[in-house]
Structure formats: structure tokens, C-alpha cells
């Protein structure tokens, strides 16, 4: 599995697309409707989602639970239907994007989709909606590559490609095109 950083961007064996917004943008929403989309479409997806606080997806008192307490480290839990790998962050920093990437069988995939990371280094489509008052990413992000916008018109002063947010179908589209390039 390769993922190397070339001229200041994240570059992975498979396409690497992000969805960079403000909170409340509708992130997680677009992309409960993109997924199924591109699955219908043959397209296998994973997706590495950020999140700005701690959480936990064990419960205390299950055996992974104590177990990874106890200090395994990772801690791998498998049955027939799904496995999962708990990693513990040694430092209480963001993992670099690189070294989450290693942790996806790149054969299991077609494209890993990437819900925030804002700030990396790697080619992301921009979720803005007027109504949460909030100024666009780009140009500030020269990694955007397209915004989807529920603006009635054209956005002014970009030159980048302009989806209709809530036409999942041409962001599906949009999406299909670029993992072709």
C-alpha cells in the first residue's frame, strides 16, 4: 500500500476525494445519499471521517472493550459480519492522513471518500449553503476542485466546476468522472 505526499498533496493508491464544509453544512447528509449512488453504480467506497472530539465505539464492560483498556494496542475484533481495528492515539494530535490511509486494503476498494480534514493537502469538493452565513473555503484552499451549492445562481469570481448540492446524481457524476482521471 503506497501513499506518498507529491508536490504538497496526499496521493493513495486509489482516488482520494474529500468533502470540506463548514459545520452544519450537511456533510454526513450528502454523502448518506452519494454512497448508496455510487454502490448502485459498482463502486466500492470507503470513507474516513474526521471528528473534532473524543469518542469511543466500544462499550465499557464488553471484553474489546476491557481488553484494549488492558493495553492491547491495536485491538482487533472480528465475527462474520464486520471486523473492526481500535488504535489508541499515542498523542492527543490529529494521525496524519498518510498513516490513517494504511489502515484500508487498497484491493478492497475503488475510491475512499473523506469527510472533513479540511486543512490536508488533497483534492476535496466544497459544501456550502447560503443560509449558514459562512464565507467559501475556496480559493483560500487550492485543493478544491468543485463547490456544490444550493445558491439560485452561479457563484461569482471562480472558475471552478459548480454542482447543485442536492442533485445527487450530477455530484455522483461529478464524482465518476474524476476517479476516471
Not at 25 to 39: Q, W, Y
Not at 95 to 111: F, G, N, R, W
Amino acid at each position: 500500500m503506497s501513499t506518498t505526499l507529491n508536490a504538497n498533496k496526499i496521493i493513495y493508491e486509489k482516488p482520494l476525494l474529500g468533502f470540506a464544509a463548514f459545520s452544519g453544512t450537511g456533510k454526513t447528509t450528502l454523502l448518506l445519499k452519494l454512497i448508496p449512488e455510487l454502490k448502485q453504480r459498482g463502486l466500492r467506497i470507503a470513507v474516513i471521517k474526521h471528528a473534532h472530539h473524543n469518542f469511543d465505539m466500544d462499550t465499557p464492560g464488553k471484553d474489546s472493550y476491557e481488553l484494549r483498556k488492558a493495553g492491547a494496542v491495536p485491538m482487533l475484533i472480528c465475527s462474520s459480519h464486520r471486523t473492526v481495528i481500535t488504535i489508541e492515539n499515542e498523542i492527543e494530535t490529529d494521525p496524519e492522513l498518510q498513516q490513517i490511509l494504511t489502515h484500508i486494503p487498497a484491493d478492497s476498494v475503488d475510491m475512499i471518500l473523506v469527510e472533513g480534514f479540511k486543512k490536508w493537502p488533497f483534492d476535496k469538493i466544497e459544501l456550502h449553503r447560503e443560509s449558514t452565513g459562512k464565507p467559501l473555503i475556496h480559493p483560500d484552499d487550492e485543493n478544491i476542485i468543485a463547490i456544490a451549492h444550493d445558491n439560485k445562481t452561479p457563484l461569482k469570481n471562480t472558475d471552478l466546476p459548480q454542482l447543485d448540492i442536492n442533485n445527487i446524481n450530477a455530484i455522483a457524476d461529478f464524482v465518476i468522472q474524476y476517479r476516471k482521471t
